[in-house]
């Protein structure tokens, strides 16, 4: 079966950095779309970050040139470098990943988790001023 296991979560400073790290398990990440997605307290979830079969990588505007999501295929290993943290990006970090060969649709489709067939459980980042 198909596990997504994230790490690297944790408390950090304002202006500090953190890499977290999703591991995956009977599957192999090079040949679909994954991506990370964050929900903060009282707030909808929504799509970071997403990096396509190709190596195209796409984020959301607040995160834009802090954040870096990579992959490591052979390792299938996905990680999220977050740095210039801000209170406001505390919240549950997720890594996701889709059974379809690429990244499709809209950013708005893909930060509604729209395409995503398999979740971890989540990590937590809190960013404290």
């Known amino acids: 079966q198909v596990q997504l296991v994230e790490s690297g979560g944790g408390s950090v400073q304002a202006g500090g950095s953190l890499r977290l790290s999703c591991v995956a398990s009977?599957?192999?990440?090079?040949?679909?779309?994954m991506g990370w997605f964050r929900q903060a307290p009282g707030k909808e979830r929504e799509g970071i970050a997403a990096?396509?079969?190709?190596?195209?990588?796409s984020y959301a505007d607040s995160v834009k040139g802090r954040f870096t999501i990579s992959k490591d295929n052979a390792g299938n290993t996905m990680y999220l470098q977050m740095n210039s943290l801000k209170p406001e990006d505390t919240a549950m970090y997720y890594c996701?990943?889709?059974?379809?060969?690429?990244?499709?649709?809209?950013?708005?489709?893909?930060?509604?988790?729209?395409?995503?067939?398999?979740w971890g459980k989540g990590t937590l980042v809190t960013i404290s001023s």
């Open positions: 996701a990943s889709s059974i379809a060969p690429g990244c499709t649709g809209t950013w708005s489709q893909f930060s509604a988790g729209y395409g995503m067939d398999y």
């Open positions: 990096i396509d079969t190709d190596g195209g990588r």
């Open positions: 009977g599957y192999t990440y090079s040949s679909y779309c």
